[in-house]
């Protein structure tokens, strides 16, 4: 487990890469840019997000998302294989400290959010359950 020092650290890390991230897809787009193209459009098999009208799609149905399942979702699948531990979850998402409700509160949300991304039977459950830590996108 991380201590909090380590955990800041980390959530600086991660920051500075969405950040980075953000300005290379912004970057890239002054060259190549068309207006009814969204610059955060990510497409992934059958899931498609879009950070700028905050859209979530699977299997070209629209998936109708709460403010934080969305920020949750977006936050896991920015850094796919990514562990993201209770804690920075809830400090990414809600800007708050954690205590125990917090990760109930996570976790309904992210129910809530793999009901809503599973469709069908047979679609893949996107987000994962590490144990004892938190979430990753798969």
């Known amino acids: ?56 799609k699977v299997r070209e149905q629209e998936i109708f998302l709460t403010a934080k ?20 979850i809830m400090d990414f998402v809600w800007n708050e400290g954690y205590t125990y409700y917090s990760r109930k509160a996570i976790t309904n949300h992210v129910s809530n959010l793999r009901k809503k991304l599973k469709i069908r039977p047979d679609d893949p459950s996107y987000i994962k359950n590490v144990t004892g830590i938190g979430y990753k996108f798969a």
């Open 69 to 88: 399942e969305f920020d949750i979702l977006f936050l896991l699948a920015s850094n796919p294989k990514r562990v993201f531990t209770y804690e920075l």
């Open 1 to 56: 487990m991380l201590n909090e020092k380590q955990q800041k650290e980390l959530a600086q890390y991660l920051l500075e890469d969405i950040v980075s991230t953000v300005d290379t897809g912004a970057n890239l787009a002054k060259h190549n840019w068309q207006q009814d193209s969204p610059l955060t459009e990510i497409r992934e098999g059958d899931l498609y997000r879009c950070l700028e009208q905050r859209l979530v």
